[in-house]
C-alpha cells in the first residue's frame, strides 16, 4: 500500500512537472503583454533615397511638417547669436570712486608740497574727465562674446532699460586710463604724475556682464524657437505611389508617423492591440517551445532551464518597455546583444541563434524603422555568438565587444550612406547610443554567475575554475590520497583526449575526471594507489565488509560535492563512474573461499546508474584502463593493446554503455587513443611497420 502510495506521488509530479512549462509559457506571454506599448502601430516602413512602392498615401488629418535635428539646431544657433550680452550700469560705482579719490588726492598733495594755488583747479579738472569717463561707461570685455572680433554688440541696461551699444563706443579700464592721460592738462608734471596714478589705482568697469539674466534670455530665445515649417493639409497626398523618397517627403512621412503614434495613444481600441500582441508573443514564445522539444528535449524536460530562456526574454522586452517609457533618444542604447552572449555560453550556438531572433522578432514591433532595427540587431547578435566559441578567457568578452562594436559601425555607416549619400551629411552623434549599448553588454559576465547559482546550470567559465588544480578541494584530494590525485590527473587526460576527438565537452569530462573518486578522502589507505606499505587494512576484514568500504566512496563522493555546491553535471560522473558492476576482487574472492556460502551479489555491486552521455561513458572507460595498467608488471605495446581491449570489451558485455551515445566506431577510436597515450605515459617503444 505504502509503496503504490510513493508510485503516484511519482505520477502526479511528473504530470504536475509536464503541465507546469505551459503555465510558465502562458505566462510569460502575459507578463510581456500586459507591459507592452498598447497603441495601433504605424503600418509603413519608408527610408530616404528608396521608392515608395505602396499606393498613393493621403493625410486623413492635418499635421505640422517637423523640421530635422540639424535644421532646429540650426535654428537654434542662430537665435543664440542674435542675443546680445546684458551688462547692467552700475551708477553707484562714480560716487564711491570720485569720494575715495579725493581724500587720497588732498593727502598725496599735501605730503609732495605742491603748490595750493593749483590744488583746486587740478582736483576739478581731473574729477571732470573722470565723470566723463564714467558716463561713457568702462566695460570689461568678455572673450566668450569677442569669437576672433575685436568689438561686439551689448545691451547696457539702466533702470531696466536696454540700449544696444558696440564695445568701441565705451572704454575699456585700458583705453580709460589712456584717454584720462591724453586729456588731463597740468602746468606741474609732479601734480599730473600724482593724478594719473591716483585714477590707474581706481578706475574700474562699472558695466558689469549679468551671466544669468544673459542665460535666462538665451534659454527663453531657444524655447520659442518653432520645430515646424509648413503643415500637410487633411486630403493632400503625402508621397505617390513610385516616387522617390527625398529629404522633403521623407520629413513629411517622419511628420505623419510621429503625429499619428501621439493620436493612436488615445484613440486606438487596447483590448484589441492587446489581443494582437498575444497573438504574436504567443506564437513566437509556442515556436521556442516546438524549437526545444524537436532539437534541445534535455532543456524542454528540465523546468529550470527552460524558466531561464523565459526570464532572458521577459527581461530583454522589459528592458524595451522601460526605455520607451521613459522615451529614451534612442532604443539603440539597450543591450540586445547579452541575450545571444549569455545563451551561447550557458548552452549552444544554435539556441543562441534562435532565441536572440525570436526576442529581435517581437522588439521590431515596438521600435521605429524596425526593418533597420532588426537589420542591426541580428548582424551584432551573430558577431556576438561567433565570437565567443567558448568563454575560457576573460579577454574574450573584451575582444567580443570590440567585435560587436565593429559590425555596428559597419551597419551604421553603411546605412547612413544609403540614406544620406555623403560623409559630410553624417550625424556622428547618432553612433553613441551603440557604444553605451556594447559597453552595457559587459553585464553579460556578472548575469552568467548569477544565473549558474540561481538556475543550477554549470558554463565554461565554473568549469574552468574546478579543474584548477589549487582548488580547496583538489588541493585537500592531493594532500589526503596523493595516489588518488594522480590517478585522477592520469583519467582527466585520457578522457579528455577521448572525448575531444569523438566529439563532446571535453572540459566537462575533464572536470569530471578530477571529483569522480573524491569519495576516497575519507579512507585513503583502504586504497591500493594510497598504499605505502606491503600491507593492506583489506586484509584482516571480511570480503563483503571490504566491498562496501570500497563501494561506499561513491556515496561519499556525492556527499563530498553537494556539501562543497559542486554542478550536478560534475556529480554525475562521481555517481555513473563505476555504473552498476561488480567489485570483481572481492567478489571472486568471497565465491573461492566460501563456496559453502549463499552470496547476495547486490553486496558486491556498485548502485549505479550506468553512464548516460558520451562524457561519462568515456570517463568510466579511462578510469577502469588507467587503474587496470597500474598492474601491468612489464607494460609493452601486446600488454597495453591486450588490457585496453580487455576492458573496453567487459565494459560491453556488462551492458555499462547501453545509455550512452557512443558508436563502434567511437570505441575504436577511443582504444586507439588510449593505448597511444598509456604507451607514452610507460615509455614503450613503438615498433614501426617497415615498408617494401
Known sequence: MAKLRKNSHKVLYRKYSSNLKYVMMLLTVLAITIFLPKQPRFRYEFEKGKVWLNKDLVSPFSFAILKTNPQVATDKQDALNHVLPVYKLNKELLNSITEAYTNEFDVKWSSNALPNELRESTKAASLKLLR????????????????????????????????TKNTQDVFTVKTALNYFNSNFKSTDLKAKEIVVNLVEDRLQPNLILDENLTATIQKNTVSSISTTSGMVQKGEIIVAKDNVIDDEIYQKLHSFRETYEAQTKTIGDTQQVFLGQVLLVGFVIALLMVFLFMFRKDIFADNRQLSLLLLVIIMMLFALTWAIRLNLPSLYYIPFCIVPIIIRILFDTRLALYLHLLVI?????????????????????????YSIRNLIKREQLLLSACFILSSYFICFLGIALLREGSFEDIEWINFVPFIISVLLSLLAYPLIYAFERMFGITSDVALIELTNTNNKLLRELAYKAPGTFQHSLQVANLAEAAIFKIGGNSLLVRAGALYHDMGKIENPQYFIENQNTGLSPHDKLPYEQSAQIIIKHVHKGIEIARKHQLPESVIDFIRTHHGNTRVDYFYQSFLKNSPEKFVDENIFRYPGPIPFSKETGV????????????????????????LVERIIDYKLEQNQLDNCEITLKDLETIKLIFKTMLMSIYHVRIDYLQTV
Open 132 to 163: 566723463e569717463i564714467y558716463d561713457k561707461g568702462i566695460i570689461s570685455i568678455s572673450n566668450k562674446y569677442l569669437k576672433g572680433r575685436k568689438n561686439y554688440d551689448f545691451s547696457s541696461l539702466n533702470n531696466n532699460i536696454a540700449v
Open 361 to 385: 522578432l517581437i522588439a521590431g514591433f515596438f521600435v521605429p524603422n524596425s526593418f533597420e532595427f532588426v537589420f542591426y540587431q541580428t548582424t551584432a547578435g551573430m558577431v556576438a555568438i
Open 619 to 642: 570517463l568510466m572507460l579511462a578510469d577502469s584502463v588507467e587503474a587496470a595498467s597500474r598492474s601491468l608488471k612489464n607494460p609493452d605495446a601486446q600488454s597495453i593493446n591486450d
